[in-house]
Structures are given as C-alpha cells and as structure tokens.
C-alpha cells in the first residue's frame, strides 16, 4: 500500500544513483525507450520505504547541510530586503508601484497608465476648464497612481515664476500627459502662446486630447519629435523669434546639451527664464554647474518635493543674461 502512495520520485531520490534518480524524475513527462532506463524506473517504484533503507539515511544527511544552508541564505536575504524597504521606504514603494503593481493594472485594464489618467480627467474634470484638469490630475496622482507630472506643491511655484515673468512666447521641453502645459498655458496672456516639445508619440497625443479637455488648443501646440532635431528648426520652421521662458522637463541628460543649442540658435534673449524641474530628483549636476557658474546666467532654486510624495526635490530659475 504505503509503495503505491510515494510519488515515484520520492523513491527514486532516496535510492537510486544520481542518473537512475534523473532518469525517473524525467520519465513522467518523456517515457523511456531504452531497456535501461525502464529498469531505472521498476527498481524505484518497486522500492522499499524510506527509512528501512540505509542508502535512504545517507541521502538524508548528504543533504540537510545544504538545505540548512539555503533556509539561512533564502532568510537572511528576506530579512535584508525588509531592512532595505524600511531604510529607503519611498524608493521601495516607488519600484513596487512602477515595476510589480504598473504591469498588473495594465493587464488588468488593458490601457496603459496614461490612457487611464486621461479618463479619469474626462470623467471628472470640466471642458474648458484647465483648474478643473489640473485638480483631477493631482487627485489621481495622490489617490490612484504615482505619475511624472509636475505636481501640485511644484506647480504652485510654477504658477508664482509664470505671474512674475509674465511670458508671451513659452518652450517647454517634455510635455508627458500635459500637466504643466496646461498649467503654464491657463496663465498666459490674450496672444500668447506655449510650445511643447515631446518625443513620445502616445505622450504626444495623450497631452493633445488633455489640452482639449482644458480648452487650451488654440494657445497650447504640441510638436512631436526629439529636442535636438526641433530646436534649431524653431526659428525657421516653427516662425518662433525669441522665447521668453523654457521650461525644461524631459531628459535629464539632455538639459545641458539643449540649453547650449538654445542658445546657439539664437531663441533666447536677455531676460528670458530657463526653469528646470528635477533638479535635485534624479538631478542634473552637469546642467546645475553650468548655469550657476556662468557668467550668462542668474540662478535661484526654489526647493520642493517630488510629485505626490514627500522626497526632496527642486526647480531652478536660470535667468539669461545675454
Ligand atoms: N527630446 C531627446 C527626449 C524628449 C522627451 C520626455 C522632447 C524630448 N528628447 C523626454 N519627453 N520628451
């Protein structure tokens, strides 16, 4: 009877050699040809029990040294992966969120995260309104999903460089889902207008429908495509002469090379504001360098926190002195 119960490969590990132990593992999903390996799988299923056999004791003990080794190893990374999720708390919940708990909504619903942040603004926010797109897109931000918009608690600091400055002609560099395009659109005067360049085509046309929802279309124009290929067609392809403001939120490596070609193609004129986000989270050190020790530039940081969660974070203000 007991025979009959232990799963043959229980057996055979207890035992057989090493290759009789293979074979009869491997037999339930290829069954043997050879006369050999059908041997193999009679002698472990025909086998006595366990214990009466001391080839069955061997084994045991050859192998409780290396299974306690793997119950230590297996619990002292456990016990290190907690002390690390304790130690860098917003870090933790940021890749769960991003890379465990993203995959699995997006399965679930089908849309990807910004599809579904588009929704939510068409379903609670009002046409022609861009308080109202702002107001759901922080709301979603805080209670539903983590996302790279420019936030709240850095918008406000936004909206307070926008009123002092006062730009006409704005350049943004990364649009996203069109958060801060509308932020900084919704503030422009009668004539005015906003340029936002983005290289992502969803992005691009996630930002536009937003746009739309905020009734800011005819103020706001997305251009889709790289920075480097767009900026120095501005002039020329785009009839844009000089920009009063950039604000610059897409790669953080490409905030120095852009900044240069800004200049280089002769948008900026005295005067004109260069606001970076992300200056501290994940940082723009080579961008941060620059402009604060050049002698065209007049810098001011305005410290905040990064987008709906409590981490460090900061705009700078670089002010083109010609
Ligand atoms: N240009 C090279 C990247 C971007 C970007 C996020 C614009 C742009 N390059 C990054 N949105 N757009």
């Keep these: 009877m007991a025979k009959t119960l232990i799963p043959p490969f229980c057996v055979s590990g207890a035992t057989g050699s090493r290759k009789e ?19 193999a799988r009679t002698v472990a299923t025909t086998s006595e029990p366990l214990a009466s ?86 709301k979603y931000g805080y209670e539903k999903e983590w996302a790279m ?35 900084m659109g919704r503030l422009l005067p009668p004539g005015g207008h906003l340029f936002s360049i983005e290289f992502n085509q969803k992005f691009a046309d996630i930002s536009q429908q937003m746009i739309q929802v905020a009734g800011l279309q005819d103020k706001i124009s997305i251009l889709n495509g790289p920075s480097q290929e767009i900026i120095p067609q501005l002039k ?48 723009t050190p080579d961008f941060l360098d620059y402009v604060r020790n050049s002698k065209r530039y007049e810098c001011t940081n305005y410290p905040a926190t990064v987008e709906y969660m409590r981490m460090h974070d900061a705009l700078e203000k670089a002010v083109f002195l010609g």
């Design 21 to 39: 132990r293979l074979i009869t593992r491997t037999s339930a999903l290829f069954p043997p040809h050879s006369a050999s390996q059908t041997q």
């Design 236 to 283: 020329k392809k785009y009839e844009i002469n000089t920009v009063d403001m950039v604000f610059l939120d897409h790669w953080k490596e490409r905030y120095l090379p852009d900044t240069k070609l800004l200049e280089e193609s002769g948008v900026l004129h005295k005067g004109t504001v260069l606001l970076a986000d992300n200056v501290i989270c994940p940082g």
């Design 53 to 138: 056999l001391p080839s069955a004791s061997k084994s045991r003990h050859s192998l409780s040294p290396m299974l306690e080794s793997q119950t230590i190893l297996i619990t002292g990374a456990l016990l290190l992966l907690l002390f690390l999720a304790w130690k860098y708390k917003g870090l933790f919940v940021f890749f769960w969120h991003e890379c465990i708990l993203l995959p699995v909504f997006n399965f679930i619903s089908g849309m990807s995260k910004e599809e579904r942040i588009l929704n939510w603004v068409k379903q609670n926010a009002v046409v022609g309104n861009p308080q109202s797109v702002l107001e759901a897109i922080d």
């Design 149 to 183: 918009h420019v936030g709240d608690v850095k918008g406000r600091i936004m909206d307070k460089i926008m009123e002092e400055t006062k730009p006409k002609i704005v350049l943004e560099l990364g649009a996203y889902c069109g958060y801060s395009a509308v932020r």
